[in-house]
């Protein structure tokens, strides 16, 4: 059975900071999304990735296949960036397993 | 211009009513999901449906049912209202199963 593993459930930092977020699986993908969970409950896709490494802005995601592998890492965090961060894995036959997703909290 | 809206934003009903949530998208996707997400904030899919064809079918009750009209709406009906249903629903849709989504803003569900 496939999960996937999210790492920390909770995570607090200071204005600033290098941030990273883990996700790992077990079952081979086809695809690995980061999705932002807004305070106010809004879901914005940040990336979808196969393979390699991604970069928007501040945010870098990155997927290691033979590894199972994926980091979310945000560079000189800001309190805005404070939200749910959630990874998706999914599979070469359209299925969608979610992580818990981590809190994060940026303080000024 | 919203690229996935949802109808209505909220929703307060009694226990054992039947209630419709409506989506749209104007993005031109086959795609297209729904999602609940607890009081916990865990979001787990329900369904998805590729060219209104249904793909993904979790265990959700058989009260909740998904009716897919044209590619460009997914609706949710759901018959027999439970406390339990009380949660946030999200429809979102992708290009192709697997790709980017695109959520809607979540419809506030309250069964009293």
């Known amino acids: 059975k496939n999960e996937v593993e999210q790492s920390p459930q909770n995570l607090t930092a200071q204005e600033g900071e290098f941030i990273t977020i883990n996700c790992s699986y077990s079952?081979?993908?086809?695809?690995l999304h980061w999705l932002q969970q807004h305070p106010g409950g809004g879901i914005v896709s940040l990336f979808m990735?196969?393979?390699g490494k991604k970069k928007h802005g501040r945010l870098i995601a990155t997927i290691n296949i033979q590894e199972k592998h994926s980091s979310l890492h945000i560079t000189a965090s800001h309190p805005r960036d404070s939200a749910v961060y959630i990874c998706?894995?999914?599979?070469?036959?359209?299925?969608?397993?979610f992580g818990k997703g981590t809190k994060l909290s940026v303080k000024p | 211009d919203t690229a996935v809206s949802q109808t209505p934003k909220y929703l307060v009903t009694q226990m054992g009513n039947d209630k419709s949530i409506k989506c749209e998208q104007n993005?031109?996707?086959?795609?297209m999901y729904w999602y609940k997400q607890d009081s916990k904030k865990f979001l787990k899919i329900m369904f998805s449906?590729?060219?209104?064809?249904?793909?993904i079918n979790e265990t959700v009750p058989n009260r909740f049912s998904p009716k897919s009209p044209d590619k460009a709406h997914l609706n949710l009906h759901i018959n027999s209202l439970e406390l339990g249903d009380s949660a946030v629903y999200f429809c979102?849709?992708?290009?192709?199963?697997?790709?980017?989504?695109?959520f809607g803003p979540g419809t506030r569900l309250t069964v009293l």
């Open positions: 979102a849709s992708s290009q192709m199963p697997v790709n980017e989504q695109f």
């Open positions: 998706v894995y999914g599979g070469s036959q359209g299925n969608l397993i």
């Open positions: 449906y590729n060219n209104k064809e249904l793909i």
């Open positions: 079952v081979g993908i086809s695809a």
């Open positions: 993005l031109g996707h086959d795609t």
């Open positions: 990735l196969s393979s």
